[in-house]
């Protein structure tokens, strides 16, 4: 797909790569789905183009509304584009430990960023201090949307394109799947289509160490993207077989591992799921084929 209508039309379908290098030596096929290939450049461009189009279509805002969003970074970026694109007004609630690259990348896209600089003093966690202000803005604020990633339906439903994506390219044989989570928007949607399709797929999920999705104690975490200081409503336990829990030393070490191997300069959560898969490389039985 190389003409399209819109940058909006650019989202999704990213190449899946073989990784021939990256396991020495490989006992199975491993493939890589390059997100960071997205407008955006991130895997949360399908979660926000999804989100908006999904509430203009059912008439839950119009060109006068202002939308009102918590995100570390990369949804950010996504609603950025996609609201420029469609003209709509953007509050980005975002917090101190949001990298400035990507806070200048909202801003570039003409988005408002709302800085949230200290923790909520009972979680002791930066998410629910946004999600705190995000609910005071929307009161202060007429006319406005929360999408509400942590919630929104729309948000699994845009990875049922992405686990389609996969599952085409290699002939629905896919025997592992790595996913890293935080809304666990991409978990949810990628175990819908697996369930809905009866596909043979093992989901792994990928949590960062301090994230407290899966029980781990809440910890401070400096890598943005995978992990969440509160579970997500879209949660639900049976969603993936088993998780492994990466800290933020092993998400670097993975990047560089994929960087050194592969030639591929991924993001934080791609380090986890790299350092993730050597983790659990001598589980994985011989022959199978597994992507993240
Ligand atoms: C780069 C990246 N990967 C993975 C995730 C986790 O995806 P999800 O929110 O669908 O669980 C995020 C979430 O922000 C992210 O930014």
Known sequence: MLKTNSILDVVGNTPLVKLNKFLKPARFDLYAKLELLNPGGSIKDRTATKMLLEALKQGQINQQTTIIESSSGNLAIGLAQACAYLNLKLICVMDINSTLTNRRLVEIYGATIDLVIEADPYSGGFLQARVNRVNQLLDLVSNSFNCNQYANVNNPKAHHQTMAEIANEL??????????????????????????????????????????????????????????????????????????????????????????????????????????????????????????
């Open 171 to 292: 002939s629905n044989k896919v025997d592992y799947l790595f996913v890293a989570t935080s809304t666990c928007g991409t978990l949810r949607g990628c175990a819908e289509y697996i369930a809905q399709e009866g596909l043979n797929t093992k989901i792994i999920a990928v949590d960062a160490q301090g994230s407290v999705i899966f029980g781990d104690k809440p910890k401070k975490r400096l890598i943005p993207g995978h992990g969440a200081g509160i579970v997500p409503e879209l949660f639900q336990p049976n969603l993936s077989s088993s998780h492994i829990l990466v800290s933020d030393l092993d998400c670097i070490l993975g990047c560089y591992q994929l960087l050194e191997r592969e030639a591929i300069f991924a993001g934080g959560s791609s380090g986890a799921i790299a350092s993730a898969i050597l983790r659990y490389e001598e589980v994985i039985p011989s022959g199978s084929t597994y992507t993240f």
